[in-house]
């Protein structure tokens, strides 16, 4: 409909124009920190409360956790399914551009419900070692599942692994790496903003091995590369895509970026190192071979893991 005389008419920008006006009005500040306490947060309590999970449950005498009961493992998940969603509100109500509300409950609501289902399975899966559980070999091919009357409570036990390690990791992990998407999305500066204000800045580059070490735990422990390395094209697409049309990475995002970047390389590493590993082939027999850690330990250190 065409406007009546006097009106002004409507111009429709596009979102690269738009950004460009927002960082004209000030709607995109240019003095962008690194948000170190927030990072460090993550980074603390992902390997306090996630990879240091199992650890703690060998740390503690099982006399002070029974088996009827919840582990020390338990309680840090517990911690974990809190701190982890406030980090990423957090993190996204800070980002440069301002991020969909209805996304970020959404992402985080469904990451809470998957964390929620890991916690339950896998505290089961992890205190059936204590009963001989090995951890390297599938559901039915463990010797104590061998043993079970009636048969039909293998399959019992094979819906408790698909809850944990399947499903729960899948609706954990893939609002997880959604929401970091969303905040990469939300992290760039003008292509003139001074290099002090844009580069990682030293606390950035302290925290970077330990996040990506982090990244690659996740994606080997929780089977979820497809997820990671999804998420991992659609970062450089983004960050490409942002480049050609006069845009450049805030340090948050470079921080993000070159996590992921690393530990693509560690769980390349990884894969070559256990690349021959016969009975680890055995469990892992898709066409993604990516054994996991607790597996390897289970296999090499059995004493340790009951």
Same mark, same amino acid.
């Given at each position: 409909?065409?406007? *009546?005389?006097?009106?002004?008419? *409507?111009?429709?920008? %596009?979102?690269?124009?738009?950004?460009?006006?927002?960082?004209?009005? &000030?709607?995109?500040? /240019?003095?962008?920190?690194?948000?170190?306490?927030? #990072?460090?947060?993550?980074?603390?309590?992902?390997?306090v +409360?996630?990879?240091?999970? /199992?650890?703690?449950?060998?740390?503690?005498?099982?006399?002070? $956790?029974?088996?009827?009961?919840?582990?020390?493992?338990?309680?840090?998940?517990? !911690?974990?399914?809190?701190?982890?969603? $406030?980090?990423? +509100?957090?993190?996204?109500e @800070?980002?440069? *551009?301002?991020?969909?509300?209805?996304?970020?409950?959404?992402?985080?609501?469904?990451?809470?419900?998957? !964390?929620? =289902?890991?916690l339950?399975?896998?505290?089961?899966?992890?205190? +059936?070692?204590?009963? &001989?559980?090995?951890?390297?070999l599938?559901?039915?091919e463990?010797?104590?599942?061998?043993?079970?009357?009636?048969? %039909?409570l293998?399959?019992? $036990?094979?819906?408790?692994?698909?809850?944990?390690?399947?499903l729960?990791?899948l609706? #954990?992990y893939?609002? $997880?790496?959604?929401? @970091?998407?969303?905040?990469?999305?939300?992290?760039?500066?003008?292509?003139?903003? /001074?290099?002090?204000? !844009?580069?990682?800045?030293l606390?950035?580059k302290?925290?970077?091995? /330990?996040?990506?070490?982090?990244?690659?735990?996740?994606?080997?422990?929780?089977? =979820?590369?497809?997820?990671? =390395?999804?998420?991992? =094209?659609?970062?450089?697409?983004?960050?490409?895509? *942002?480049?050609?049309?006069?845009?450049?990475?805030?340090?948050? &995002?470079?921080?993000?970026?070159?996590?992921?970047s690393? !530990?693509?390389?560690?769980?390349?590493?990884?894969?070559?190192?256990?690349?021959?590993?016969?009975?680890l082939?055995?469990?892992?027999?898709?066409? +993604?071979?990516i054994?996991?850690? #607790?597996?390897?330990?289970?296999?090499?250190?059995?004493?340790?893991?009951?």
């Amino acid at each position: 409909m065409r406007p *009546r005389k006097g009106q002004p008419r *409507r111009t429709i920008m %596009t979102e690269e124009e738009d950004d460009q006006h927002s960082a004209s009005r &000030g709607e995109i500040s /240019p003095n962008v920190t690194f948000q170190t306490g927030l #990072w460090t947060l993550m980074t603390v309590q992902n390997w306090v +409360l996630d990879f240091g999970r /199992p650890i703690a449950m060998l740390l503690f005498p099982l006399e002070w $956790f029974p088996l009827s009961r919840p582990s020390v493992g338990d309680y840090f998940h517990m !911690a974990y399914n809190v701190i982890t969603p $406030f980090c990423l +509100l957090r993190l996204l109500e @800070l980002s440069q *551009r301002r991020v969909s509300s209805s996304l970020r409950y959404l992402a985080v609501i469904f990451l809470v419900m998957g !964390a929620s =289902i890991h916690l339950v399975g896998d505290s089961i899966n992890h205190r +059936l070692s204590f009963s &001989g559980y090995q951890q390297h070999l599938s559901v039915r091919e463990n010797p104590i599942m061998q043993k079970l009357e009636p048969k %039909t409570l293998v399959d019992s $036990f094979e819906l408790l692994y698909f809850y944990d390690e399947i499903l729960g990791h899948l609706m #954990w992990y893939i609002p $997880f790496f959604f929401a @970091l998407v969303m905040f990469l999305w939300a992290s760039f500066l003008p292509k003139g903003t /001074p290099l002090r204000t !844009a580069r990682l800045p030293l606390a950035g580059k302290l925290l970077l091995v /330990p996040s990506a070490v982090y990244y690659w735990y996740l994606v080997t422990e929780g089977q =979820i590369f497809s997820v990671y =390395i999804v998420s991992y =094209i659609a970062m450089v697409a983004i960050t490409l895509q *942002r480049w050609r049309h006069g845009f450049t990475l805030d340090p948050n &995002g470079r921080f993000l970026v070159h996590s992921f970047s690393l !530990a693509l390389v560690l769980v390349v590493g990884w894969v070559a190192w256990l690349w021959e590993d016969a009975v680890l082939r055995q469990k892992y027999r898709g066409w +993604l071979y990516i054994p996991e850690p #607790w597996s390897w330990y289970s296999l090499t250190m059995p004493d340790l893991t009951v």
